[in-house]
């Protein structure tokens, strides 16, 4: 299907597992689950498991979460045709630090790209940051987990444990099936925490991204703020709306988007990408036009143009640039307090910018890494910004 996206299974199985730690000289495989029980300072009833350690650099910080699993039953009855039952098993991997305060906590899903798992988004993308950050100012991070049934047959997830987060591009006549599955977690933990409903956020990666429009359109009922990064760009309406049904009160979600002017996979322009030469994206400046007309958000923004602080994290074979760097666009207020920042990242590929640059084995499919921001703490500090009345 045109656009759906955005990892190619075969040789990033290779990329990823076989070579993120090659440059250091050492080889990792996959290990089994820990045996101890103990997956981190805070365990939750609900968990069954520790997380899959994936292969990388020796001391990067992995998840410290837990892992719960959950059977999901299905009404919906295109999904149920899709899925070929009316039941699927779902796994997601949680966050809960120790010394939780008392009151409502605030909880951040962050969900991973096409193909790959709650835990690679932990560890690879966001290199567990939100984790310090939980850790710092008391609040929950569930990272979520796609189903290994495709759209695409034959398709297989190249990590242990990924699956795939089809957001609107898959056929549904009632509510998506992921965003039932978020309504399930969020059930999960209000019965072992206090859960603020009015703080409940969404980030994530690519197809992860995606699924952060699709909860907006979807359950403006259950989170305040999203924050998708070089993400499906699903719209209020339009072709790029696709199969999902917006609710009222999408247009006062509040929206901190990135896009990347060298992402290889969603074209920055309108128009096709090199690894998907049949699609038809609709362009990531009007991708923020489209819901800044939903928002009805008026007047320019404040721009803030943040220093290159790394030099030398442009793929220059790619975008003719030897450093990547980042405008941030702030809108006016909408009438309701919501808000839409845009943040473009210049000269970057398709990645979460943070300090870490990715393997150079990845270079010339993703691009590189902006190391000039850790959108992690961009993401949380525009979400404390926000809540639900």
């Not at 719960?68 to 699927?88: E, K, M």
């Not at 699903?234 to 609710?247: E, T, V, Y």
């Not at 800044?292 to 640039?321: C, W």
């Amino acid at each position: 299907m045109t656009g759906f996206l955005p990892i190619a299974p075969t040789r990033v199985r290779i990329a990823v597992l076989g070579l993120v730690a090659a440059g250091c000289g050492h080889r990792y495989t996959i290990a089994p689950p820990a045996a101890s029980p103990s997956a981190g300072p805070f365990r939750l009833r609900q968990c069954s498991e520790p997380p899959v350690r994936l292969p990388g650099a020796p001391g990067a910080p992995q998840s410290s979460g837990c892992v719960a699993t959950f059977t999901q039953t299905l009404t919906d009855p295109a999904t149920i045709r899709r899925i070929g039952s009316n039941q699927v098993e779902r796994r997601y991997l949680v966050y809960a630090p120790a010394g939780l305060p008392a009151g409502p906590l605030p909880v951040v899903f962050v969900f991973p790209g096409r193909g790959t798992s709650a835990e690679a988004i932990a560890f690879y993308d966001t290199h567990a940051r939100f984790e310090s950050l939980a850790d710092r100012d008391g609040f929950v991070v569930v990272y979520g987990n796609g189903l290994p049934n495709l759209l695409n047959p034959g398709e297989k997830p190249p990590l242990p444990k990924g699956g795939f987060l089809p957001g609107c591009l898959a056929q549904h006549e009632g509510e998506g099936i992921d965003v039932s599955y978020v309504r399930r977690i969020l059930d999960r933990l209000e019965s072992e925490l206090a859960i603020d409903r009015a703080r409940v956020y969404a980030t994530g990666i690519s197809a992860g991204g995606g699924m952060s429009f699709e909860l907006a359109l979807e359950a403006p009922d259950l989170v305040a703020a999203i924050a998708p990064v070089v993400a499906l760009p699903f719209q209020p309406s339009g072709i790029w709306l696709h199969h999902c049904h917006p609710k009222p009160g999408f247009e006062r979600i509040s929206i901190a988007m990135l896009a990347a002017t060298g992402d290889r996979f969603i074209s920055y322009a309108p128009g096709n990408s090199p690894e998907y030469p049949a699609g038809r994206y609709p362009g990531m400046e009007q991708t923020r036009d489209a819901w800044l007309g939903a928002m009805k958000i008026q007047g320019p923004p404040a721009i803030d143009a943040f220093p290159d602080n790394v030099e030398g994290d442009s793929y220059r074979p790619h975008t003719g640039l030897d450093s990547s760097t980042i405008e941030r666009q702030r809108y006016p207020l909408g009438p309701d307090g919501q808000e839409l920042w845009f943040y473009k990242a210049t000269g970057a590929g398709h990645r979460w910018p943070n300090p870490t640059q990715v393997f150079p084995g990845l270079w010339e499919r993703f691009g590189k890494t902006n190391q000039d921001i850790d959108f992690a703490d961009h993401a949380w500090e525009f979400f404390k910004r926000h809540h639900k009345p």
